[in-house]
């Protein structure tokens, strides 16, 4: 049981993220062009996923 919790953690936290990098690469992730941001935008959202993963434990730090 603790396993499964642990991965609905995981899932929970990351998708958004990986959600939101798809849909920089396509605008509509499967069509469209790449969304233009801004070199602020990319760091914003690097220390987001910085600190995810950190959260997630030390497993993952590996992985930051």
Do not use: C, N, Q
């Not at 690469?25 to 987001?48: D, L, M, Y």
């Amino acid at each position: 049981m603790r396993r499964y919790l642990r991965g609905i953690r995981v899932l929970v936290s990351l998708t958004p993220l990986v959600l939101g990098f798809l849909r920089d690469r396509k605008r509509w992730i499967t069509v469209g062009g790449p969304a233009r941001r801004s070199e602020r935008h990319h760091g914003r959202r690097a220390e987001k996923l910085v600190a995810r993963v950190a959260k997630l434990g030390p497993t993952f730090i590996k992985l930051g």
